[in-house]
Every structure is written in C-alpha cells, then in structure tokens.
C-alpha cells in the first residue's frame, strides 16, 4: 500500500473566516499564513487549519450531532503542557472543560466562536495497535 506520513490539515466551513482565524490566533497561538476570496489559513508548527466562508454556506453555527465532523482534535506534547493550556485558556477567558483522563492519555475541550469543538490531547502512553481486521482493540 502507498505511504500516508501524517495529517496534513482540516479545513472548515464557517461564517466568517476572519473571525475564525483571529480566534484560534488569539487562543491557540496560530498564525495566519494565506487570505484569499472566501479562504483563511492559520498555522502553527505542522498544524495547518483552513476556514472557508462559502457563499452558500447552510446554518449559522456547528452541529456535532450532524454527519461529518464531531470534533478537531490537536496534540500537546505532554499532562504538564495540557495543564499550561488549561491555565492559559482560563486567563484568556476562553471556557473549556476540567482535564480528563482515558486510557490513552488526557484532554481537556473547548468551543469556538462558531461552537465548532476543539480537544486538546496529550497521549499517556503509545497507541494501540491496530487488530489485523483493523479495528482498535477493546
């Protein structure tokens, strides 16, 4: 099977890209890289976000409960660096959920401005691997 090294980018519907991207600027530290018609790129390190404010766009704001996207979930390198972003995300007024631990590490949630979910993660141990079906183990 051909190579696939890594997630290159989500990009998202929302209402007013500007908006959006002064949002996660401000928030998650991103830089815008691209403004184009319709088109706002923001970056930091290998993480890439596109928003897209189509002309035609349906709704107002995000709907997890609808087909297509629950939620974006980016990496913290470890429980120390989620909690920084805890304590951060508070200073800036931004609500988010208390850190929570699973079985493969912890995270904490927030919204954006377009209620759009977003989960900060840090891993508490390596992955699972895959089963030879290719589902994750239970």
């Known amino acids: 099977m051909p190579g696939l090294d890594a997630f290159s980018h989500v990009s998202l519907t929302v209402p007013d890209a500007e908006r959006s991207a002064e949002f996660y600027n401000g928030v998650l530290g991103t830089e815008t890289v691209?403004?184009?018609?319709?088109?706002?790129?923001?970056?930091?390190?290998?993480?890439?976000?596109?928003?897209?404010?189509?002309?035609?766009?349906?709704?107002?704001?995000?709907d997890p409960a609808r087909v297509g996207l629950d939620h974006v979930a980016l990496q913290v390198p470890s429980r120390a660096e989620l909690e920084a972003w805890e304590t951060s995300l508070l200073a800036a007024g931004v609500t988010c959920s208390p850190i929570e631990t699973s079985p493969f590490g912890s995270h904490l949630n927030l919204k954006d401005p377009d209620n759009i979910a977003i989960e900060l993660f840090a891993p508490g141990r390596a992955s699972p691997e895959p089963t030879q079906t290719g589902g994750w183990p239970s």
């Open 34 to 62: 691209f403004v184009g018609e319709h088109l706002v790129i923001v970056a930091r390190g290998p993480v890439m976000i596109a928003f897209c404010d189509h002309p035609e766009i349906v709704g107002t704001t995000f």
